[in-house]
């Protein structure tokens, strides 16, 4: 397959489930539909590599990744990302949830090796799933070890649908509360007005003329690399992620970066293009074989957790006066992480909002909580979580 026939058919399947979630107002959300297509590609004529051979390189991927969640720091200010620690408490719940459900009722249906291996993927992103993966090879369980990855590539089908309905209703609560006055969107003059008063901005704003893609990138860029090379002076003993996004934090609260450097620079689409692609290309592992070999431990262990995640959530979220729906939705972003937190909560808001002003207001309420959550499941409690569970079998 010629690079530009793999860029065409990977965008085709983006954008397909672009058009099936925009005829359907978000209730059958793109990155399920995209999902689905990749995989049945997978059992077809898709090459496994054709993320890559589209001109997706790792390389790509990972300076997408840096790139992106520096950028998704500029968008919340230090103030905000300390409020949001009760966010932080109901996503830990969520997985609190999940290994409640696995290891005893799934325990009693499954075994113990089983829920132990399954759990971790299950509660997190790749790191986790490689983890348990490596950890039954050494003991000689190889079915358990393809468990572990078909668990982290195929637990999105249940995350995805699940998160666009509970934002969906979540997003209507709030528009009913906005439309009424109840609630209300800063103005851009307000935002600027916060920006400047901030005891923490030390450099004064750019002036627009430049303010050039290469400036807005170069700038951005600076603060991922001192990200990264913060994290592995420290051994990440924070994950490089999240190191990314709380430099993103300090350097657009400082002045160094403009808010949402990416957008003003046009380059979102093209970067979030790749990671998205990224992502389903996982879904190369999953082989028709695999997945009737384990099927019943897969379907049974994703319900077990999912339904001990809704529950304590749930729970802890009414005692922080959280909707269930937002609770929820903030917990399961366990099962996929970034960048579909964004792209689930940007679809909800497109379908919901009538204009312009409505989207904004949506996404400044919900997608705060859906990126820190995401952070706080996928990238430091599935990685704890795996470090202890390995050690279990």
């Given at each position: 397959?010629s ?11 983006l ?11 978000a ?28 001109g ?12 992106l ?11 905000e ?7 932080i ?8 949830g999940?290994?409640l ?56 089908f ?12 979540e ?5 009913g ?8 969107l800063?103005?851009?003059d ?16 750019m002036p ?44 657009a ?63 802890l ?30 679809e909800?808001?497109?379908a ?6 409505e ?12 990126l ?18 390995v050690?279990?079998?």
């Amino acid at each position: 397959m010629s690079l530009m026939m793999a860029f065409c058919v990977v965008l085709f399947v983006l954008a397909f489930g672009d058009v099936v979630s925009a005829k359907t107002k978000a209730f059958v959300p793109s990155v399920f539909i995209s999902a689905l297509l990749f995989l049945f590609g997978f059992w077809t004529f898709f090459p496994p590599n054709i993320v890559e051979l589209a001109g997706f390189p790792m390389p790509v991927i990972l300076l997408s990744m840096y790139l992106l969640i520096t950028h998704m720091g500029t968008m919340l200010s230090i103030r905000e990302l300390a409020s949001q620690w009760k966010t932080i408490v109901i996503a830990l719940a969520g997985i609190a949830g999940i290994c409640l459900g696995t290891l005893t009722i799934g325990n009693l249906l499954f075994g113990w090796e089983t829920v132990v291996v399954a759990t971790p993927p299950l509660t997190g992103g790749i790191v986790a799933a490689i983890m348990m993966s490596d950890g039954a090879t050494a003991k000689g369980m190889t079915d358990l070890a393809v468990l572990a990855i078909i668990m982290y590539v195929m637990q999105g089908f249940v995350g995805y649908p699940l998160t666009a309905l509970m934002l969906k209703k979540e997003g209507s609560r709030l528009l009913g509360l906005f439309r009424s006055g109840q609630m209300e969107l800063k103005t851009n003059d307000e935002v600027a007005a916060t920006e400047e008063k901030s005891k923490f901005r030390l450099i004064p704003a750019m002036p627009q003329k430049y303010q050039t893609t290469y400036m807005l990138l170069l700038k951005l860029g600076v603060v991922a690399w001192a990200a990264v090379a913060f994290a592995a002076a420290t051994n990440e003993v924070v994950s490089k992620y999240v190191i990314c996004l709380i430099f993103g934090v300090i350097a657009a609260e400082v002045g160094f970066v403009e808010r949402r450097p990416l957008n003003l620079s046009g380059s979102f689409g093209f970067l979030i293009t790749g990671l998205m692609a990224f992502v389903f290309a996982g879904l190369a592992k999953a082989t028709p074989a695999m997945l009737v070999q384990i099927v019943g431990p897969l379907v049974g262990i994703i319900v077990l957790g999912v339904t001990g995640m809704a529950i304590l959530s749930i729970l802890l979220g009414k005692m922080f006066g959280y909707s269930k729906e937002m609770a929820f939705a903030v917990a399961l972003t366990a099962l996929y992480g970034f960048p579909p937190n964004y792209i689930l909560t940007e679809e909800a808001s497109k379908a919901l909002a009538e204009n312009e002003e409505e989207k904004k207001f949506l996404m400044d309420v919900m997608l705060p909580k859906m990126l820190v959550g995401g952070f706080t499941t996928v990238t430091i409690a599935s990685v704890i979580i795996a470090g202890i569970f390995v050690k279990l079998l």
